[in-house]
């Protein structure tokens, strides 16, 4: 077959070398166009090395010479240092193109035409000098607007432009980001409360430097606006001419003023300063306020060129106000060129409200919004309860919730009460509430702050123990130097870092000649008698049973007037009702063998140890006197040192020395008398052998192991625990000794307990840890905290009973040797049943909760075994163990064995068989018996048996015996059968 031509193949061929050529030809083409482009007589004019969006760009040169014909094109592509391809944008309107210097002064502001005479001055593209030369030699200026252009690369085309013009003679365009943020940490803002108003405001962006217009939808007017961005920054208003210093007031509610000569002025805020301060301050000759208005006809940062000449820009937000002619020149302020910022803001005088702010960059289109809520500040304090009920003497645990404040200052105490203190509270934990404890047996006395309150994370202070301690100084002054005039009380709180510091006033209006010192103010409300006492010295003894105020408040004021206390605010009220001490009873418990102060809270060593109440204490278990006892607890913590022990988180108790110093041998330090406390504790042999002493529980250098002292504040109630495997006694327990355990508090017959004067101080000296420190040798009477019968340290007086009043409480208990006696013994053997349920019983005076077991083991010929079973004691002592010994049989010996803690309490001899208690159950059994049985049996029997019988096969071998008789009666009878029957065939 011949086969014929493929013309479809030939005219494919042929296509494809026209295309090839056709395109060959092209690319030479436009190769060829791109190399040989030629320079455009054009300059892109902008303030900035980078083209922001919203940013105008001013075209001129030498080829821009027509009204008409241009557009504005993005570049797709470069090839070659030209543009490659690009795509049509918009045409430029004949409206944008200027060929008149008039009309474009009448769109512009002086100072686009200053950016435009200086730009082309500079140019290569043009050889006029200045813009309204080159419109003059009939050039044209094209202004093109980039507010809706995307980040790429433009250039104009049109007339003698060329149309694919090399790089250089584009534009690009970049889009400014803008991130405003209140920071929510600070929000919301308190306007009438400076600590509280400041608020941080985070500025981020993706350019150097920019102006902002800063506006909050006209919700704010500009005053408003300058306060809020300069009440931080009042000092650098002291850049001014003639202005010295420029500061927040005392009362933090308004601005001081000093001029260079000297002169004051006070003014409500920045704005009213900058608006007033011609006419208050002699010095300041001129308008400030005119220093800070911008008159603007343009949107772009030429438009500005006020700013840095004439208008002073403030603080590092750079804040500017606008002149009345601009538009919303009373709802926006300007921010002028500032860099990404992150400072305080302040709302303070600003009326509640959400305030939506708007951010503009001045002069692109970037733009973001923040909100800041503000709130009047609606302060509530409030207590944990409304009454607080402990027991004079003793700690009090108060907790306060915060509401729109962080500090606060309380009143403790009222004339009605005889006693006053400031006490300063701040919540440092930022947990919204503060937590103390109050040590009554330590208020009012000479003792420093941190002895009289306690707080684990925030700040409490009390402003009379601030002044006891060591010689406190105030701008290198020292305190007790201070004239009253200088309010030295309020400069100490000041010096302590108090963010609310007391003012005492002796008239509610307030006011500047109604202040007075600390002192005065105790003197109006009659607790001290003159004016220059101390404040100590309103209370002779230790705070005694009445109720206590606890105003609290987080404004300053404190009023005295006509003998009556008040605070200007009051934002919470609670009231202290301290009880009169007293003592209860005295429980002596017992627990196993362990450390002292292995238990680390009184709940652990109830419940886990456990305790069980006794009046006879096996030596070597643990030992537990239980005393309710109140008004002990603070001078415990003085002593002590610390207030954790009666904090039942922290998990602490006192040293056996703390309650040795205060109610064993009160005098025994040198100096350091305590016996004027009156309280007295012994923990003794009753009846001591022969002519030694009694055996006591050493206390002074007991350890922590040996001797440890749990406390419950709250319910009034002292744990001492002993370790009596340590003996912590003088001598060596022995068996029988009767101990008491006794607690009392004891009083002069005639005097009470007075507190020791200062001068004399120096003469009981400071072991104890009741530091007096500045006060001691001054001249004032009833010093606290120690004293006596009228002063005299030596002398018991209970200082909450009067004279002759007394309270004891007291136990008796019997140290024994450990023991236990078996139950099931015959003969002097413990008898054990051969069974696989065999129980061992007894009773032991070893503490219930013990390590406990019973042993069985072999003796004597039987063989070898050994079984031990672990055993609870039970709270009456007794104790029992199950045991399988279906393996033994009777007569097989054994000894027998209580262990406690892996020790042996008691061994005894043992033999398996009957327990004389089996065989005394049937005489007990006829009793109820005969009176059932007769009734049931005669009517069950006959039917049960037949049916039973067969399948309770064990019964022929219990009764071998029986049945085999049975077999041979039958076999007799069988054979007897047999013989008759033969007898009969014969």
């Not at 308008?287 to 772009?300: C, H, K, N």
């Not at 504790?681 to 052998?689: K, L, M, Q, R, S």
């Not at 507190?755 to 040798?777: C, P, R, V």
């Not at 024994?816 to 129980?839: C, H, K, M, W, Y």
Request: glycine residues 8%; hydrophobic residues 35%; without cysteine.
């Amino acid at each position: 077959m011949t086969r014929k031509p493929n013309h479809k193949l030939r005219a494919i061929f042929l296509a494809s070398l026209m295309f090839f050529w056709l395109f060959a030809g092209t690319a030479a083409l436009a190769g060829s166009a791109a190399a040989n482009t030629p320079d455009a007589n054009v300059e892109y004019a902008n303030q900035g090395s980078v083209v922001w969006q919203g940013q105008d760009v001013f075209v001129f040169g030498d080829d821009i010479n027509q009204t008409d014909g241009y557009e504005l094109r993005s570049v797709d592509s470069f090839e070659g240092g030209s543009v490659d391809s690009s795509s049509f944008e918009r045409e430029i309107s004949s409206g944008d193109i200027y060929g008149d210097i008039e009309e474009f002064r009448s769109d512009f502001s002086g100072g686009a035409e200053d950016f435009l005479n200086t730009t082309i001055g500079n140019s290569d593209s043009t050889s006029e000098a200045n813009l309204d030369d080159l419109l003059d030699a009939g050039l044209y200026v094209v202004k093109i607007g980039t507010d809706n252009l995307d980040a790429d690369d433009y250039f104009l085309r049109g007339g003698n432009l060329p149309p694919s013009p090399a790089e250089e003679d584009t534009f690009e365009t970049t889009i400014q980001s803008l991130d405003v943020e209140f920071d929510e940490d600070d929000l919301p803002a308190l306007s009438d409360d400076w600590g509280d108003s400041t608020v941080e405001l985070d500025i981020d962006s993706r350019r150097g430097t920019y102006s902002l217009n800063v506006s909050a939808d006209g919700d704010l007017d500009d005053e408003e606006l300058f306060n809020i961005f300069t009440w931080n920054e009042l000092d650098s208003f002291e850049n001014f001419e003639n202005i010295s210093t420029v500061e927040l007031n005392d009362d933090e509610d308004g601005v001081d003023v000093t001029d260079d000569d000297g002169n004051e002025a006070e003014f409500d805020n920045p704005f009213d300063f900058i608006q007033n301060a011609q006419n208050e301050l002699g010095d300041v000759g001129y308008d400030m306020e005119a220093q800070l208005r911008v008159g603007v006809d343009g949107d772009a940062n030429y438009d500005l060129g006020e700013v840095g000449g004439n208008v002073n820009p403030v603080g590092s937000w750079n804040v500017v106000l606008y002149e009345d002619g601009v538009d919303d020149a009373d709802e926006q302020i300007l921010l002028y060129q500032i860099r990404d910022t992150a400072e305080d803001v302040s709302f303070f005088g600003i009326d509640d409200g959400t305030y939506d702010f708007d951010f503009e960059v001045h002069d692109t289109e970037a733009e973001a919004t923040a909100s800041a809520t503000v709130d009047d500040e609606d302060v509530s304090i409030d207590f944990s309860q409304g009454v607080y009920t402990q027991t004079a003497g003793d700690i009090v645990h108060v907790e306060l919730e915060l509401e729109d404040t962080d500090e606060a200052l309380l009143q403790f105490g009222s004339e009605d009460a005889g006693f006053v203190d400031i006490i300063y509270v701040e919540d440092d934990s930022d947990s919204g509430s503060v937590e103390f404890w109050l040590n009554t047996r330590m208020m009012g006395t000479g003792a420093d702050s941190s002895s009289m309150l306690y707080s684990d994370d925030d700040i409490v202070e009390s402003l009379i123990g601030l002044a006891n301690e060591e010689g406190p100084e105030i701008e290198g002054e020292k305190f007790d130097d201070i004239e009253s005039g200088e309010f030295p009380y309020t400069k100490l709180a000041e010096s302590n870092n108090w963010e609310i510091v007391p003012r005492f006033y002796d008239d509610d209006d307030t006011d500047d000649g109604d202040r007075v010192n600390f002192q005065e103010y105790l003197e109006e409300l009659d607790l001290i008698s003159n004016d220059d006492d101390h404040p100590t010295t309103q209370i002779v003894r230790p705070l005694q049973a009445t109720d206590y105020d606890l105003v609290a408040t987080a404004s300053s004021e404190f009023i005295a007037e006509n003998g009556v206390s008040d605070v200007e605010d009051e934002d919470g009220f609670a009231t202290l009702d301290l009880q009169r001490p007293s003592l209860g009873d005295t429980v002596i418990w017992t627990g196993p063998e362990e450390n002292a102060d292995d238990k680390d809270t009184i709940e652990e060593l109830i419940n886990d140890s456990p305790l069980t109440e006794r009046d006879e204490i096996a030596i070597d278990d643990l030992l537990v006197a239980q005393i309710e006892a109140s008004g002990i607890f603070g001078m415990l913590v003085e002593l002590e040192g610390d207030f954790d022990p009666v904090i039942p988180d922290e998990e602490e108790g006192f040293s056996a020395h703390t309650l040795y110093q205060l109610a064993v041998d009160q005098a025994a330090d040198d100096d350091s008398d305590l016996t004027g406390e009156g309280i007295s504790f012994t923990f003794e042999d009753v009846d001591p052998i022969g002519n030694q002493d009694a055996n006591e529980l050493d206390l002074r250098d007991a350890r922590p192991g040996n001797v440890f002292i749990l406390a419950d504040n709250e319910a009034g109630e002292l744990y001492i625990v002993v370790d009596t495997d340590a003996e912590p006694f003088d001598r060596s327990l022995r068996d029988g000794a009767e101990f008491e355990v006794s607690l009392e508090y004891e009083t002069d017959d005639s005097d009470r307990f007075t507190f020791l004067d200062a001068d004399d101080i120096e003469d009981t000296a400071d072991e104890n840890n009741l530091g007096y420190n500045s006060l001691e040798g001054q001249d004032i009477d009833e010093l606290g905290p120690t004293g006596g019968a009228d002063g005299d340290v030596g002398d018991e007086a209970y200082p909450y009973f009067r004279p002759g009043e007394n309270a004891v409480t007291s136990a008796t208990f019997t140290f024994a040797t450990g023991s236990a006696q078996f139950d099931n013994v015959e003969d002097g053997l413990v008898v054990i049943e051969p069974s696989d349920e065999a129980t061992i019983s007894g009773t032991t005076n070893i503490a219930p909760g013990s390590s406990a077991s019973v042993r069985v083991q072999q003796r004597g010929d039987t063989a070898s075994f050994l079984e031990t079973q672990s055993v609870d004691i039970e709270e009456d002592g007794s104790f029992e163990a199950t045991i399988n010994f279906s393996n033994r049989d009777e007569g097989d010996q054994a000894r027998v064995g209580f262990r406690v803690r892996g020790s042996t309490v008691v061994q005894q001899n043992g033999i398996f068989g009957e327990l004389e208690a089996v065989e005394e159950t049937p005489e007990e059994t006829p009793e109820e018996t005969p009176e059932e049985t007769p009734d049931d049996t005669p009517e069950e029997t006959p039917e049960a048996t037949p049916d039973d019988t067969p399948e309770e096969t064990p019964e022929p071998d219990d009764q071998a015996g029986f049945g085999a008789v049975i077999a041979l009666i039958a076999l007799l009878g069988a054979a007897l059968l047999a013989t008759r029957r033969r007898a009969d065939r014969n």
